[in-house]
T-cell receptor
Framework: DGGITQSPKYLFRKEGQNVTLSCEQNLNHDAMYWYRQDPGQGLRLIYYSQIVNDFQKGDIAEGYSVSREKKESFPLTVTSAQKNPTAFYLC????????????FGEGSRLTVL | GENVEQHPSTLSVQEGDSAVIKCTYSDSASNYFPWYKQELGKRPQLIIDIRSNVGEKKDQRIAVTLNKTAKHFSLHITETQPEDSAVYFCAATGGGADGLTFGKGTHLIIQP
């Protein structure tokens, strides 16, 4: 069954700690994305990758880092430099570059204690 | 970069009535405009999209219109049903950039 899997679904972190969110897809999609969702703010682009070993900053990349070592995987690290990390994080993928449907994972909810 | 404005933030309609959600975009090079529906606790899912070479697109009770000159596009839902209750997001992309720019969302409430 093809799709995008995010883990963990819920995550709690103490201030000052880094945390990594996993995103895996078996859709054979080239492009992958990370969005942050806050109440009343819509979805904001953090990072995206159009091809293995290459990625680009989105609108709110500060305090985040990513890697794209495999086509199927695009993990997001929320670092201690992110001032307000509590949010809902959504990973998405798309078959090619440019336009076309984004397929989303079920999301990871991060809470900083 | 692209900026997408969406209105209203909350829309309450009687079951069976129509609902209209409006969005404007800033980048005249944008050429792809999807609409996503997100039910409570679930992932966003594409419900309809339109490209800049088309003025209107329909899919059963849902339609989207695009006015390139004015840089705005709208979602129309007719004969609303309880299962239409959700948050709807418009988005825009194109013009050499990648990644969708989303509006802030509209919470659609269908009153019985």
């Amino acid at each position: 069954d093809g799709g995008i899997t995010q883990s963990p679904k819920y995550l709690f972190r103490k201030e000052g700690q880094n945390v990594t969110l996993s995103c895996e897809q078996n859709l054979n999609h080239d492009a992958m994305y990370w969005y942050r969702q806050d109440p009343g703010q819509g979805l904001r682009l953090i990072y995206y990758s159009q091809i293995v070993n290459d990625f680009q900053k989105g609108d709110i990349a500060e305090g985040y880092s990513v890697s794209r070592e495999k086509k199927e995987s695009f993990p997001l690290t929320v670092t201690s430099a992110q001032k307000n990390p509590t949010a809902f994080y959504l990973c998405a993928s798309r078959k090619g570059q440019g336009t076309g449907e984004l397929f989303f994972g079920e999301g990871s909810r991060l809470t900083v204690l | 970069g692209e900026n997408v404005e969406q209105h209203p933030s909350t829309l309450s309609v009687q079951e069976g009535d129509s609902a209209v959600i409006k969005c404007t975009y800033s980048d005249s090079a944008s050429n792809y405009f999807p609409w996503y529906k997100q039910e409570l606790g679930k992932r966003p899912q594409l419900i309809i999209d339109i490209r800049s070479n088309v003025g209107e697109k329909k899919d059963q009770r849902i339609a989207v219109t695009l006015n390139k000159t004015a840089k705005h596009f709208s979602l129309h839902i007719t004969e609303t049903q309880p299962e239409d209750s959700a948050v709807y997001f418009c988005a825009a992309t194109g013009g050499g950039a990648d990644g969708l720019t989303f509006g802030k969302g509209t919470h659609l409430i269908i009153q019985p």
